[in-house]
T-cell receptor
Framework: KQEVTQIPAALSVPEGENLVLNCSFT??????LQWFRQDPGKGLTSLLL?????REQTSGRLNASLDKSSGRSTLYIAASQPGDSATYLC????????????FGSGTQLTVLP | DAGVIQSPRHEVTEMGQEVTLRCKPI?????LFWYRQTMMRGLELLIY????????DSGMPEDRFSAKMPNASFSTLKIQPSEPRDSAVYFC??????????????FGEGSWLTVV
């Protein structure tokens, strides 16, 4: 069974700092990996999707990487802003399975002004 | 597109009552998922459909839970009878199987259920 782990559970940084959020998964036979953002009381917003044939994806100040051999993905946020404060979740889809996501428990990020 | 639309956004009900949550997926998407989020267990997949057909309902916690998708634009998740431990946020999500170009899954805003 695929398990997804996110470390740290919470992170607090000053505005402007570059930061990395970590996600690890137990099964390297992963089809794709998706990073989401969740604001309090809100749904999940998809940030980046990395397919198994890709190594990274970029969108604005966000960069996500995927290393299947080591079972790890990272989300890099450059020049963090208070508006980046949210919970960030990674989720993987296992190869051979259908399209259901297995979620990590999330990293709660606070960017201090 | 308006995205995945869920209703109601918030519901408070008494234990033993029937609860029906509704979802309208993004037009053209062929997969629909129901997830539940709690503090203790995080996000859990309850059931998903492909082309209106239930594919995997192994995440449905008990027989009190049932889900239907009568057509491509509508799905319901029903809890009967409801119990306090069913209190959670229920998310509907949809996606389109596009082969090599993505399979990004899009979530609704959630239905916040409180059973008292």
């Amino acid at each position: 069974k695929q398990e997804v782990t996110q470390i740290p559970a919470a992170l607090s940084v000053p505005e402007g700092e570059n930061l990395v959020l970590n996600c690890s998964f137990t099964d390297s036979a992963i089809y794709n990996l998706q990073w989401f953002r969740q604001d309090p009381g809100k749904g999940l917003t998809s940030l980046l999707l990395i397919q198994s044939s890709q190594r990274e994806q970029t969108s604005g100040r966000l960069n996500a990487s995927l290393d299947k051999s080591s079972g790890r993905s990272t989300l890099y946020i450059a020049a963090s802003q208070p508006g980046d404060s949210a919970t960030y979740l990674c989720a993987g889809i296992l190869s051979g399975s259908a399209r259901q996501l297995t979620f990590g428990s999330g990293t709660q990020l606070t960017v201090l002004p | 597109d308006a995205g995945v639309i869920q209703s109601p956004r918030h519901e408070v009900t008494e234990m033993g009552q029937e609860v029906t949550l509704r979802c309208k997926p993004i037009s053209g998407h062929d997969y629909l998922f129901w997830y539940r989020q709690t503090m203790m267990r995080g996000l859990e997949l309850l059931i998903y459909f492909n082309n209106n057909v239930p594919i995997d309902d192994s995440g449905m916690p008990e027989d009190r839970f049932s889900a239907k998708m009568p057509n491509a634009s509508f799905s319901t998740l029903k809890i009967q009878p409801s119990e306090p431990r069913d209190s959670a946020v229920y998310f509907c999500a949809s996606s389109f199987l596009t082969g090599g170009s993505g399979n990004t899954i899009y979530f609704g805003e959630g239905s916040w259920l409180t059973v008292v």
